[in-house]
Structure formats: structure tokens, C-alpha cells
């Protein structure tokens, strides 16, 4: 008899292409619903939150969703939560844009700044410095790439564990003019700065690692 599948639910609240994810995940194998209602969106296996745009703007329509407290709510009862592109970003402490500064979801410190390169934004394929262990780029080759769109990064990770008993967090990187963050797993909370929805086999082998663990 098989295992039933894991219920994912792709928080919609206006920003992120939630259709690509949607397809995205049910190829991966997961039941997935788009919506933006608490309950379902508290008590699914896994919670997806997309992002594209504005820093700014996405922390605008997350807290009118009550998404800032979805995401909390869950991470305090260490139910996983995966964030993508800008919804990676807004799990920082907060975001610059254009010299302004917004306050993100402060799950991690530090600041998501314009990238610093000759060509902005990054778009395109790249390949990642995967974390020694990670559980999400497990199975995938050193050289595999990953569909980046954005002009805003994380440069410095500055959270440490000093718990022995605490695992600490598995940080990918890539590089497109200085390296930035690329992947974070921490716990129940991952989250990706490119697209695993438009990253080809290698987005769907990492969407089947995340849905594995849930």
C-alpha cells in the first residue's frame, strides 16, 4: 500500500507565478492546492510561499494575507515552510531597494541588497555551491543549474549555532559578480533564491527532496 501523498498549499497572496509551483510540485508528487486560507495553509504537510517584484511589496501583501503569521505560527511548531525567490528574501531581516528600507519577516538576520555585478539583473541559468549535506540538493550533480531572475541578494550569512545540540543551518551560495545566497536549510524552514519551478530535472529532483522530508 502506498503512502498517501503530502498536502502542499502554495500561499497566494498576489505575488508569485503560483501556477508554475502548482504544477511544479504536483509533478514532484505532492497534493497541491493554491490558496491563501489560514487553516488550510497551517496545517498543510508542506507551506510554499513564491515572490516576485518588490521587496516591499510582497511583505505588504504577505501581512494582508496574515501570511507573516502563517509562517510563523508553523516554524514555531517546526512545520516546514519553503520560501522562493522574493519569498526567500522576506525571511530576512529586511530588504533595501532604491536606498529604502523595509522590514522582512526577521526569521534570519541580515540584509537583501542589490546585487553587486556588472550585469543586473541576474537571469539566467548558474550553477550552486551546494552545502556539505544538503538533503535538498541531494542526488543532484556539482555542475547542475538552477534558473535565476532578480536583482536583489543576500551577500553575508551571519547566523551562528553556538548549540552543540542544535543542527546548524545548511547554506548553498553562487556567485554572479559576488557571491550571494542561493539555498538555505534551517530546520523546518528552506528557501531558494532561484526558481526550482522553471529549473528543468534538476528544479523538480530538489521540489521531490523537499516534499521527501514533509
Not at 9 to 36: C, K, Q
Not at 46 to 61: E, I, N, R, W
Not at 140 to 162: C, G, I, K, M, N
Not at 163 to 181: C, D, I, L, Q, R
Request: hydrophobic fraction near 45%; charged fraction near 20%.
Amino acid at each position: 500500500m502506498s503512502a498517501p501523498q503530502k498536502k502542499v498549499v502554495v500561499f497566494d497572496y498576489g505575488f508569485g507565478n503560483v501556477r508554475s509551483a502548482e504544477r511544479a510540485l504536483a509533478r514532484a508528487g505532492a497534493d497541491v492546492e493554491i490558496t491563501r486560507d489560514y487553516d488550510k495553509a497551517l496545517n498543510a504537510d508542506g507551506l510554499l510561499v513564491p515572490g516576485v517584484g518588490a521587496f516591499a511589496s510582497c511583505m505588504k501583501g504577505l501581512r494582508e494575507a496574515r501570511g507573516d503569521w502563517i509562517v510563523d505560527r508553523r516554524l514555531a511548531g517546526g512545520r516546514p515552510v519553503m520560501g522562493i525567490c522574493v519569498g526567500m528574501q522576506i525571511l530576512f531581516a529586511r530588504g533595501i531597494e532604491h536606498g529604502v528600507e523595509s522590514e522582512g519577516l526577521d526569521e534570519w538576520p541580515g540584509s537583501v541588497e542589490p546585487l553587486q555585478a556588472e550585469i543586473v539583473p541576474h537571469m539566467g541559468w548558474n550553477t550552486v555551491d551546494a552545502a556539505a549535506g544538503s538533503q535538498l540538493f541531494a542526488g543532484l550533480d556539482a555542475d547542475a543549474r538552477f534558473y535565476f531572475v532578480h536583482s536583489y541578494a543576500v551577500h553575508d550569512w551571519s547566523l551562528q549555532t553556538h548549540n552543540p545540540a542544535m543542527e546548524a543551518p545548511k547554506v548553498t551560495w553562487s556567485t554572479h559578480g559576488k557571491p550571494f545566497v542561493a539555498a538555505v536549510e534551517n530546520g523546518a524552514l528552506w528557501a531558494t533564491q532561484f526558481h526550482p519551478e522553471k529549473s528543468g530535472d534538476a528544479g523538480a529532483q530538489l521540489l521531490t527532496n523537499w516534499i521527501g522530508t514533509l
